[in-house]
């Protein structure tokens, strides 16, 4: 009889376990989490991940043929790199900050020279923002400096690791940020 109601409340815990943590909010969870939303998305952020419609947004790289006016040809390899970091802060404030490095062909000396010719350059830009919740918690709503607002679904939020999703138009922007 001990053994049979032992039985029955592990049953009952287990099933309690399965039906609670299904229940997630969000698309990739967490199913449970001790820690406040607010306090999940508070900290500082790198973008790991920033796809547009699939594509890699972070780190591009290009390669191809460039066939001089001269008639000869050569190949080459143009880079592209972002690095994204954005704070939250729990008065409601953001900041982002974004760095581009680039290695591109410079077509007209190329051309010239008919040789693989490069321009550098780095670029970085900041702006500044509020954030809230919105919808239940189920979406991130970022207002900027500009006075622009932008509403992000929430798809993952745990304490290390963050999924947004934005529909643009047609465009389906989908970012990941992990915790620095």
């Given amino acids: 009889m001990k053994t049979q109601k032992n039985t029955l409340a592990l049953l009952f815990i287990v099933f309690g ?16 989490s001790l820690r406040t939303k607010k306090s999940r998305v508070v900290g ?9 419609n699939g594509a890699d947004y972070l780190n591009q790289t290009y390669s191809d043929v460039f066939n001089c006016s001269s008639g000869s040809s050569f190949n080459y390899t143009n880079t592209g790199n972002i690095k994204i970091e954005w704070t939250f802060k729990k008065d409601g404030s953001s900041a982002s900050v974004v760095n581009t490095a680039s290695h591109v062909l410079d077509y007209f000396s190329s051309d010239a020279q008919c ?26 709503k970022f207002t900027y400096s500009d006075g622009t607002s932008e509403t992000w679904n929430i798809i993952e939020l745990r304490e290390n690791e963050m999924k947004l999703k934005l529909i643009d138009g047609t465009d389906i922007i989908e970012v990941t940020l992990e915790k620095k």
């Fill in 115 to 140: 040789a693989a010719i490069y321009n550098d350059s780095n670029d970085s830009t900041s702006d500044t923002s509020t954030w809230e919740f919105a919808s239940d918690k189920e979406d991130l």
């Fill in 44 to 52: 500082e952020w790198q973008v790991t991940t920033f796809k547009i």
């Fill in 17 to 32: 376990l399965i039906t609670f943590t299904g229940c997630s909010k969000y698309e990739e969870g967490p199913g449970i």
